[in-house]
Every structure is written in C-alpha cells, then in structure tokens.
C-alpha cells in the first residue's frame, strides 16, 4: 500500500521567509511517481510539480525548489521568500506506474503567509 | 489541455435525498478520470476512478456509485445521502503518459 506523509499540519511565516514543507512517501513500487499541489481558498487544486523515480535532480521553478531525496524517501518542496499570496493549504502526492495513475495524497500543509 | 467543469458548485440537500455531480472534460480523449472527496480536516479520499466509458472501480464501499456514460463525461451519485456524505467533491482528469491529475473546481455538498 501507498503511503504519504505531510507531518506540518499547519505553518506560519512573515512574508519574505524562506519556508519548507515537509513530505515522505511509502511504496514498494518500483516506479512511481510524486506530485506537489496547491489549493488556495477557492478550492481548486493546482499542480505544481511532477517527479519520477528515477529522476533525483532537484527542481527549481521561480521561487519554488523542490528536494526528492530517495534514501530518506522524501520530497520536500520550498519556498524563497514567501509572499502573501503563497498562502494555501500544499499537498503531496505518489502514484505508481500502473495504468489507473490514482493519486495517493498526504493530509496537506496549510501554509500562512502574514504580510 | 484539458478543462474540468463541475456542477452543480454548491448543494444543501436533506438526508435522504438523490445526488447527481457531474463533471465533463474538455481539451483531451480517453481520459481517466477520478472522484475524489475531501471532508473538513483536508485529506482528500479517492472515491471512484474509471479507465474508459463503462469502466468504474471503487475505491472505498459507500452508498455512492459512480458511472461513465461518455469518454469525458464522469457522474457521482446517490440514491440516499447520508449525514457523512457532506464534503468538497473533485473530480480529476488524467492521462496515462504523464501521470498528473487537473482538478475542477469542486462541488460542496452539504448534507442536512
């Protein structure tokens, strides 16, 4: 079974912080795959990232920076300097390889950003 | 890419009543497609995912019931809700090559 972990309930920063939210998976999957989104209040989940297993290179995309670590099984994901709009609840998720693709998500990280 | 509609946006039925959620896809063919449930507390549940136009499995036993009858469109049902049936719903889009899932906007069910 597929297991994720976000341990941060909740965290709160003043804006221009550097933050980190914290993920570790479970699988005996072979292949998998990992996934960040956010959703902001407005309910809707946007992706943020993608990594395959294979795949260890640490990702940077404007402030946003992510570390998969597969020793420790973990894919953290950062944000520099934080702004206010930052603010939203962060979900990690895992799927495997199999042709269903079901994502299997962490309990999220409600992330405040004050001004 | 693909766009996911949702409707209704928001619904208060009464315990007892039907649902009907429906979601559509637009922008891509031969999708999978997923509803998820996410109750007060955030964890989002995967509730029912379908691989083709018929095909539906479940992932976790309810008095919800699920059906494709088109390539991109994607029904939840109930024919008698439950107190414990209240929650966002989403429905999620995916392809098999890339592996993310684009949500919708959500539907909020109330349940009185």
């Known amino acids: 079974a597929q297991k994720v972990t976000q341990a941060q309930t909740e965290i709160s920063v003043v804006e221009k912080e550097d933050v980190t939210l914290d993920c570790v998976y479970e699988t005996r999957d072979t292949t998998y795959y990992l996934f960040w989104y956010k959703q902001p209040p407005s309910g809707e989940l946007v992706f943020l990232i993608r990594r395959n297993s294979f795949d260890e290179q640490n990702e940077i995309s404007g402030r946003y920076s992510w570390n998969f670590q597969k020793s420790t099984s973990s894919f953290n994901f950062t944000i520099t300097a934080s702004q206010v709009v930052d603010s939203a609840v962060y979900f990690c998720?895992?799927?495997?390889?199999?042709?269903?693709?079901?994502?299997?998500f962490g309990s999220g990280t409600q992330l405040t950003v004050l001004p | 890419s693909q766009t996911i509609h949702q409707w209704p946006a928001t619904l208060v039925q009464p315990v007892g009543s039907p649902l009907s959620l429906e979601c559509t896809v637009e922008?891509?063919?031969?999708?999978?497609l997923y509803w998820y449930r996410q109750a007060a507390g955030r964890g989002l549940q995967l509730l029912f995912y379908s691989v083709g136009i018929g095909q539906i499995s479940s992932e976790v036993p309810q008095n919800l019931s699920a059906s494709r009858p088109q390539d991109r469109q994607f029904i939840l049902s109930s024919k008698k809700l439950l107190l414990s049936d209240s929650g966002f719903y989403l429905c999620a889009c995916g392809d098999r090559g890339r592996g993310e899932l684009f949500f919708g906007e959500g539907s909020r069910l109330t349940v009185l």
């Open positions: 922008g891509t063919s031969n999708p999978n």
């Open positions: 998720a895992l799927s495997g390889s199999g042709s269903a693709r079901q994502l299997t």
